[in-house]
């Protein structure tokens, strides 16, 4: 496996896991799974976003393992994953079939949490029977289910055609991110983070993205421009709640609203003001919170009484 360049100190540095295995999705896609925390402990699943990887749930593993067993995967092509030909939201609903059925134990279910792609990749996969059985509850963060490209605030001009043109054409762009720099930390700060985000973690944060390869990146990017996944939203019938920051310039809160109107058990919609796009990384005790939150109401409490 390569080496990956991330932050090796403080919160944000990825922890040891407890085991690693690799699950094989349906077209065969080795998946790098870790596993952190104690057998038996509630189970919470972490899917990352888009450039993300595993090292992007440092804080929210590093904080829930002590009483959880966390379980967190690399999307195909990103950190310890190999890349596929195939790139669909159709895949994606695989990936985290084959992570669920890899590491839940027979009846067994868990919290599902998303970021941005990995919170898509829930609703891609919302009426499968096995991920409806599995999933106690849902945390959805930073995302969005459709007209991705065309809500996107990221370039600063009206709303209308030549925006979505340009924000398409900066998105789904061929460019390699190169080095860690300051100008490449203020640009990744601008785009998807907030103005109060420290400078630890946006460097944190700029490492891991610069990490993915272009060539995934791009492909994605065209996956994401295309997205529809307002059907997925109806059938989440899981009770599902949704954070969204005020400063989010990729999936602005007008989606969170959206989503949470939608839902058939929406059970709360957070809007954190001043935060970007990158909310575990941004508020990790925030998200961790709600995490918390979702397993004592229901797995401890709804499954262990």
Known sequence: MRRLP????????????????????????????????????????????????????AAQIRALAVDHRVIAYDQRGHGRT?????????????????????????GE?????????????VLAAAGRESVRERAAAVLLCSTGSSRLV????????????????LTRKVLGSRAPL???????????????MGAGSAPHVVDACARIVHACP???????????DLLDLDHGVRQLTAPTAVLVGTADRLTPPVHA?????????????????????MTPMEAPELVTGKIRELVTTYIKVREGA
């Open 214 to 224: 272009r060539r995934v990146r791009h492909a994605w990017s065209h996956v994401l």
């Open 109 to 121: 279910r868990a919290v599902v949490v998303g970021h941005s792609m990995g919170a898509m990749t």
């Open 257 to 277: 609203r959206s989503i949470a109107a939608a839902l058939p058990r929406c059970v709360g919609l957070t809007v954190a003001p001043g935060l970007g796009h």
């Open 150 to 165: 065309a809500e996107s605030t990221v370039l600063p001009m009206r709303p209308g055609r030549a925006r979505t043109w």
């Open 178 to 192: 190169g080095p860690v720099t300051p100008l490449a930390r203020r640009i990744l700060k601008y785009g998807t």
């Open 82 to 106: 190999p890349a596929s030909a195939a790139c669909s939201t159709e895949v994606l609903a695989d990936d985290l079939e084959a992570v669920l059925d890899a590491t839940l134990a027979p």
């Open 6 to 57: 991330y932050v090796t100190t403080g919160p944000y540095a990825p922890p040891a896991p407890t085991r690693q295995l690799t699950a094989t999705s349906a077209d065969g896609t080795p998946l790098h799974v870790e596993v952190h925390g104690a057998v038996g402990a509630p189970a919470v699943v972490l899917a990352h976003g888009w450039t993300c990887s595993t090292a992007f749930w």
